[in-house]
């Protein structure tokens, strides 16, 4: 999440402290204009997350990759999706993923809406909910709320989409080494309570190095580091805050070198590793530690929440 989406969230929970603490906000830009034209990629999730959309099956003669075979009310999901133009003209479909038990779609907002986004998309929550019962199904089918991204950047698109089409192998890797995408809870490492996902093993790996880069190091000076530190044949751990550090860590997932990072957040019951990291992370090759609870709104990072990342790293590195 972005900066300026979770300094708006910050602003709104000070304004409205008693509606912050009691309400699971989902996902939404402060002051942005949700009937202007804007590209979105929307969420939702399947009450309880039950998997009432579709079955999740692997790799067979038939089908390269894993995939997502939809059950009748799963198809009536994506007949609701891709039907929202009907009402609204202006929005414009641009990719879509029904997993299981959430959805995810990219759709364009070619002109001014005549209603809020939101509209539309409890408009479409009627549509499946009906759908539902016409199939003797319970309703409701969908979660209260759900998520938005609002494209901002170039290349975004891209990647979103990306994302979408990746949906069904990440799952089938997540299920098929679970232990790794499990987050374990008040876990003592290195004499501190943290969190932690992903390959524990790597603690006992008999080579542990700290990666730890000065900001005033050049180009050169970071290259040299990390050839170094990447022949020795360890585990590198760090919190890769300095340009330096991440530029090493970068290197170590590129070259499948196991590490570990140490995160300047926890993690909810939901979390699970991004981009290189998630099949890093499926491969045995990461394991993510936080010293700190989990939490949704946005937090600069102190110097004294530096200070801690370090020290934890440095502790793991030296088995202290």
């Given at each position: 999440?972005?900066?300026?989406?979770?300094?708006?969230?910050?602003?709104?929970?000070?304004?409205?402290?008693?509606?912050?603490?009691?309400?699971?906000?989902?996902?939404?830009?402060?002051?942005?204009?949700?009937?202007?034209?804007?590209i979105y990629m929307i969420t939702l999730c399947v009450e309880g997350?039950?998997?009432?959309?579709?079955?999740?099956?692997?790799?067979?003669?038939?089908?390269?990759?894993?995939?997502?075979?939809?059950?009748?009310?799963?198809?009536?999901?994506?007949?609701?999706?891709?039907?929202?133009?009907?009402?609204?003209?202006?929005?414009?479909?641009?990719?879509?993923?029904?997993?299981?038990?959430?959805?995810?779609?990219?759709?364009?907002?070619t002109e001014t809406l005549p209603v809020h986004l939101g509209k539309v998309i409890n408009g479409f929550k009627s549509g499946c909910n009906r759908a539902a019962r016409e199939l003797e199904l319970p309703v409701p089918l969908w979660e209260q709320g759900y998520t938005d991204g609002v494209l901002q950047g170039k290349g975004q698109l891209d990647r979103w989409t990306a994302y979408l089409l990746d949906n069904p192998?990440?799952?089938?890797?997540?299920?098929?080494?679970?232990?790794?995408?499990?987050?374990?809870?008040?876990?003592?490492?290195?004499?501190?309570?943290?969190?932690?996902?992903?390959?524990?093993?790597?603690?006992?790996?008999?080579?542990?190095?700290?990666?730890?880069?000065?900001?005033?190091?050049?180009?050169?000076?970071?290259?040299?580091?990390?050839?170094r530190l990447l022949a020795q044949g360890a585990v590198l751990v760090s919190p890769a805050i300095s340009p330096g550090e991440k530029a090493i860590m970068n290197r170590a997932l590129e070259a499948?070198?196991?590490?570990?990072?140490?995160?300047?957040?926890?993690?909810?019951?939901?979390?699970?590793?991004?981009?290189?990291?998630?099949?890093a992370c499926a491969a045995g090759k990461v394991l993510l530690v936080s010293p700190f609870v989990h939490h949704n709104?946005?937090?600069a990072l102190t110097a004294e929440c530096c200070r801690k990342m370090n020290a934890l790293a440095r502790a793991i590195a030296t088995r202290q």
């Open positions: 999440m972005d900066e300026k989406r979770n300094e708006g969230r910050k602003q709104w929970s000070k304004k409205h402290p008693d509606v912050a603490a009691t309400h699971s906000m989902k996902r939404r830009m402060v002051n942005h204009d949700y009937q202007g034209r804007a997350r039950m998997p009432r959309l579709g079955t999740l099956y692997g790799p067979d003669s038939i089908h390269p990759l894993p995939w997502v075979n939809l059950s009748p009310l799963g198809e009536s999901v994506k007949a609701e999706w891709l039907g929202i133009p009907r009402y609204y003209p202006q929005i414009r479909m641009l990719a879509l993923t029904i997993m299981p038990d959430h959805l995810h779609g990219i759709l364009f907002v192998r990440r799952l089938w890797l997540k299920r098929q080494h679970q232990d790794f995408f499990t987050v374990s809870h008040h876990l003592t490492i290195a004499g501190s309570t943290v969190s932690a996902m992903g390959n524990h093993q790597l603690l006992q790996h008999p080579s542990i190095m700290q990666v730890y880069c000065s900001r005033r190091m050049n180009d050169e000076e970071i290259a040299r580091e990390g050839d499948g070198v196991p590490v570990i990072f140490i995160c300047n957040n926890g993690f909810d019951a939901m979390a699970k590793p991004g981009g290189k990291l998630f099949d709104d946005y937090q």
